[in-house]
Every structure is written in structure tokens, then in C-alpha cells.
């Protein structure tokens, strides 16, 4: 396997990991939320499934660090990717694209000779 598709199989294996992160804080957030709602649709005692709810508040907080230390290997990732692959190739994502930031793109151009 060359240096570039063993960095890539690396970055695809990191997006997955980030979206089942995301995947993870969705569906903790929507037991929540449907443990409250149901509790007071049907005007059911708060003391009802509180440690159910509790414990799964507790999983959100995991969700939402194990989130944020994938983005921080993110990061690491991206700060090591040169001494891999050089510093003029960079690899993609699953094409969901990058969030705008306010900070403009540029690209390093070589005159042609």
C-alpha cells in the first residue's frame, strides 16, 4: 500500500469514527427527549426512570468528550499528515465538505514552465 492510500484509509477510518460519535450524541439526546416527553405527556411522578434519565445525560457528556478527543486526533492527524504523504497533497473527506470559516483558502500554485 502507497504512503498516500494508507492515510487516506487512516482519514476515512477517522470521518467514520467522527460520525458515529455524532451518530451516538443523536440518539442518547433523542432518549432524553422522548423519556421527558413521554413522562409529561402522560403525567407520570419525575421520580419515574430519574436515574434512567440521569444515566443517559451521563452517556451525552461521554458522547460529546469522546467527540471532542476524535477532533483532537483530528488535528494530531492533520499536524502529521505531511511527513506522510508531502506537504502539496491533502486528503478528503467522504465529500461532505468543510464548514466555512471566515479565514480565506488559498492553495500553493507553481508557475508552469
Do not use: C
Request: proline share 4%; glycine share 4%; no cysteine.
Amino acid at each position: 500500500m502507497q504512503r498516500l492510500e494508507i492515510a487516506q484509509t487512516i482519514a476515512n477510518a477517522l470521518f467514520r469514527a467522527e460520525d458515529q460519535a455524532d451518530q451516538g450524541l443523536m440518539a442518547a439526546s433523542a432518549l432524553v427527549s422522548l423519556m421527558a416527553e413521554t413522562r409529561l405527556d402522560h403525567r407520570l411522578s419525575a421520580v419515574l426512570a430519574a436515574q434512567a434519565v440521569s444515566e443517559t445525560t451521563e452517556a451525552i457528556r461521554a458522547f460529546g468528550e469522546a467527540r471532542a478527543r476524535l477532533v483532537a486526533a483530528h488535528a494530531a492527524l492533520e499536524q502529521a499528515a505531511p511527513a506522510l504523504i508531502g506537504r502539496d497533497t491533502r486528503l478528503m473527506g467522504p465529500l461532505t465538505g468543510k464548514p466555512e470559516t471566515d479565514q480565506p483558502r488559498t492553495a500553493r500554485l507553481r508557475a508552469a514552465a
